[in-house]
């Protein structure tokens, strides 16, 4: 791909094309000039000196852009969730054209509106650690767009239009035309790309026009950016206008923070004590924005070099400090400001469901949030969070009410995990401590402390300094981490072998019908493909039918059906009909029935769970069969009796109320305009034609299962048990129907069988249950302290013996319990220069074991691992103990095979 980006607009208003002697890029202006107006290749010029007619807050440009593009003929469309939950290949909403990948702009469905206009919250995390230092970078921003989705059939405008409105646009809001220039930079990205015009103004960069034509294809004949690209038949203005640039450019205030967040700004430098720093150093930031612009500033800049330029320009335009003074001013500053971009991050995150967890978004709204926490200690006001996301919520409200309807949800989250961050750095000292004792930590280990014990680099490093060692934190390791986590794994498609004749999934038409007729369209073996089929495919959670399949001259059980492209191809036990060959299929109806109801009980639980826990539920995943379900849901704590005893009421209750279920086929475009992403909880499908199971007024999924009438024929619902899958994520097992009542019935039994083994009434077996276990606990008490004296007094009796400087002690302790001769070798080894051998036989086993002190140097796991081999079994352990299992009657033999292997180890 190449050649000049000729357009009529250009042309006709006097635009030259020129390139830049620095980057050596082609751009577009009025004027002649050797740059390109791009920082690095020329400096910011609109600090202090605004490019915009007047100051505009966020409100004000956001509506401006809006308002403006409505009378363009843009139909204005509502922003989607900052979590992508649309997609299978990111977890975050990374650009206005995400929310329209793939199904848009595959051509699978219809835009919201064509053209349109939006302003969608958007989160990137790859530039993590440029935030606050560069002057400009954000986790969380706004990209404000048109669009326009042109096709063979229905051109609405491309490039000259698109060019024509953004010059329009920025004239009208001030900027002189011969102050804009646009630089030619061809795009790619979540498999599209296209050539591309980056808009400049006083060296910053306020909007990039894509024209996007292209599709990533190995096999395409197009090049560009180290990628293969086919031409689509769609052709789509891809526009992206950073709102938050354009308010700074407006302002022209030394940072992009001040513009954007003044109030969050004021707050924390107020309660840090940093007000009067950040009035006196005004020019210090700027400059330090200024630099940060010509070096393009990325997670890999070397700090001490950035502010060794920063100084000198200072120096130079008259202002004395050193390098130390500097530092102290501009960093704590830096803090507040990071402070006040991710705080609204979180704000969206949480505001729209993002559970922190360990895994996918709430992997990554975690690692924010701590980082969060961890600056505002640093700045002295640990406890100031909950207070600067209160006001970004206050200050969004008027146009995201929404996040003001979750304050107390996204409060009571960042309450929630400021505490587990307590926990774990109470664990994290121990941790290092542990790590150390093992050796260095490397930049590896340190990536491995962070994800499975949520330890920063930073703590990391203050815990090792404790310990007088030094650990080297890589420059951009939080933006690496995040990068690692920010991008799904794309589901792969198997290549299939032949393409099959389509079958008709004639179940969507009569849910009740059990027999059908059919022909056989294709054969292999066991397998067969029909014309039609009453067989449910196994999908969505949900198990296949089974049945039988009848022709002429035999008959064979069905046993699985799986989606082969278009075609349910029959897995069958017997011999198959031929191809042509007429058959008779019948499923087992007690099999769908029960499915069915499992099915339709799993879409209740979860609206019940969103009724009752928030709407922050989401499901993370879900199974289907006769006898019970299973529904994973995003939830950030453990459902104790109250949360589950809350769930099953809302669910039976929506059981009482017979809804009618409902299913429907309908366009990706109308679903999503009616519905929302709250549709895909299941993962949005990739078809033109979306089937919408909907309980109205309760719940509406996208759903190909097969489903009741009515909430009534459930009959009832009973959870089963509930458990911690992962962190953030709660699994819900219940049954439906004959199974609930028949679960609530073995309930039931065992209640009368407990409260028969108790000798008590059923209303007081929890009491007199609570009470025995008291009892146990006191006796297990009494035991262990027995079990110790007997320890104690048989460590008194047996004597050393003497092998070099280790004290070496044997004995066959008959049939004493395991905790009797665990805590007799702990007492013998404590001396530190001791190895005990002891065996006994407990618990129909035998069993040997080997300890030793710390000044010891023998492995007992390979001691106690070779003589319970040499008995018939098998031990192992840690260095410093180990034990193994015998038959009961070579306990003995065992022991003696311990005793001449140490004895062989000791000796050498």
Partial sequence: MGGALQLEFFTSNGFQRQRCRTCQAHFWALAEQKLCGDAPCVEYSFLGAPLFD????????????????????????????????????????????????????????????????????CIRLNDLESVGRSGRHLTSFEMMAHHAFNSADDEIYWQDRTVELCHELYTGLGIPAEGLTYKENPWVGGGNGGEALEVLAGGLELATLVFMDLAEDPQGNIKLKGSRFRRMTRAIVD??????????????TGTIYEAVFPAAVELLTHEAGLADKL???????????????????????????????VLARLHAAGHELTLEELCSTIEPLEKAFIVADHSRTLAFMFGDGVVPSNVRAGYLARMVLRRTLLLLRDLGIPEALPQVIGQHIDELAPTYPELAEQRVHILELVALESERFDATLERGRRTVQRTLAAGDISAERLVELYDSQGLPPAVVAEFAAEQGATVAVPDGFMALVAERHSAATAPTSKAEAEKLPPTEL???????????????????????????????????????????????????????????????????????PPVGATVRGAIDGGRRDALSQHHTATHVIGAAARRTLGPHVWQAGARKATGSARLDITHHRRLDRTAVTALE???????????????????????????????YQGGAPNYRDVRVVEIPGIDAQACAGTHVASTGALQAIKVLRTERIQDGVERIEFSAGKAAVAAAQAERELL????????????????????????????????????????????????????GSVNLYIN?????????MQ??????????????????????????????????????????????????????GAPTHAKGAVPTDRAGEALEALVTAARKALEK
């Fill in 54 to 121: 007047r100051p505009l807050g966020l409100s004000e440009m956001r509506e401006a852009f809006l308002v403006f593009f409505e009378a363009k003929g843009h139909t204005r469309v509502e922003r989607a969730p900052v979590v992508a939950r649309w997609r299978d290949d990111i977890y975050l909403t990374i650009a206005s054209i995400a929310v329209f990948q793939p199904h848009v702009t595959s051509g699978l469905a219809r835009p919201p509106a064509n053209p349109l206009a939006i302003s969608q919250p």
């Fill in 239 to 252: 526009t992206g206008y950073g709102l938050e640039r354009m308010v700074w450019a407006s302002q022209g």
């Fill in 279 to 309: 009035g006196q150093a005004g020019a210090l930031i700027a400059e330090n924005a200024r630099v940060c612009g010509l070096l393009s500033i990325d997670y890999g800049t070397d700090l001490s070099n950035l502010r060794e330029q």
């Fill in 506 to 576: 004639v179940f969507y038409d009569d849910m009740a019908a059990r027999e059908f007729d059919a022909n056989v369209t294709w054969a292999d073996g066991a397998a067969v493909a029909l014309d039609r089929t009453l067989f449910y495919p196994e999908g969505g959670g949900q198990p296949a039918d089974s049945g039988t399949l009848r022709w002429e001259s035999g008959e064979a059980r069905v046993v699985d059906v799986q989606m082969r492209g278009e075609a349910a191809v029959h897995t069958l036990e017997g011999d198959a």
């Fill in 649 to 679: 009421h809302e669910a039976n209750s929506i059981v009482r109320g017979d809804h009618p279920v409902e299913a429907r086929f309908a366009t990706r475009e109308a679903a999503d305009a009616q519905y929302g992403v709250t549709l």
């Fill in 752 to 803: 009368e069988q407990a409260a028969a083994a108790l000798g008590v009434p059923l209303e007081q077996v929890a009491d007199a249950a609570s009470k025995l276990m008291d009892e146990r606990k006191e006796l297990r008490t009494r035991v262990t302290t027995l079990e110790k004296e007997l320890a104690e007094s048989r460590a008194g009796e047996l004597a050393a013996e003497r092998i």
């Fill in 812 to 820: 066959d302790c008959g049939d004493a319990p395991l905790a009797e």
């Fill in 823 to 876: 805590e007799l070798a702990r007492r013998l080894s404590a001396s530190g220069d001791a190895l005990v051998l002891l065996a006994t036989r407990t618990a129909g086993k035998g069993h040997v074991m080997a300890v030793r002190g710390g000044k010891v140097e023998v492995d007992c796991s390979a001691l106690a691992g070779a003589a319970a081999k040499a008995a018939g079994g098998s031990g192992g």
